[in-house]
């Protein structure tokens, strides 16, 4: 069983008044090391809003509203409109995702071009610019953290030592 302190709060006392000469590094390795922690926790919410992007351009954009934009849009020939309103009939509950992707191979390609799925590939590039820049910067910052604290442990060493050997 490891022994006790009688002192730690003095012990801690002296121990910080023996830092006072590295006082600002050891703050500003403190504020590093929050500022790096900071961006890490910030990272998995923008990797889920990549996941998100992805995700929303894997699926067609088939909503309540499509088959009156696709009916609307005179762009469509009256004989695409017809073989999709023949294509979507088709659809119900019990079709697998396969079942539905098949059917939605079979829409006239006019009609595909209005529904097909699409990644916003500049959102992706922007989230993924973003990412990196993050762990980047935050990597940095733990390094410079991690350069500052070892000097403060070593300088310290060496002021103990210097010490123990005048005495």
């Known amino acids: ?19 006072e000469k590295w006082r600002y590094l050891f703050i500003f390795a403190l504020v590093l090391a929050m500022v790096s922690a900071i961006l890490s926790l910030n990272a998995p ?17 088939i909503n309540e509203n499509t088959f009156n934009d696709i009916m609307n849009d005179p762009e469509i020939s009256y004989e695409d409109k017809v073989a999709t309103g023949e294509v979507l009939s088709k659809f119900n509950e019990d079709l697998s995702n396969n079942e539905m992707l098949a059917l939605i191979d079979e829409l ?60």
């Open 1 to 19: 069983v490891p022994e006790k302190s009688k002192d730690f709060k003095g012990s801690m006392k002296r121990l910080f008044l023996n830092l």
């Open 45 to 61: 919410n923008k990797l889920s809003d990549f996941t998100d992007v992805i995700t929303e351009g894997l699926t067609p954009n």
């Open 108 to 167: 006239p390609e006019s009609v595909y071009e209005k529904i097909k799925p699409s990644i916003d590939m500049d959102k992706v590039k922007e989230i993924s610019i973003f990412l990196g820049v993050l762990y980047i910067s935050s990597a940095i910052l733990s390094y410079i953290q991690s350069f500052s604290m070892t000097t403060i442990s070593n300088n310290f060493a060496k002021s103990l030592r210097t010490k123990i050997s005048s005495k």
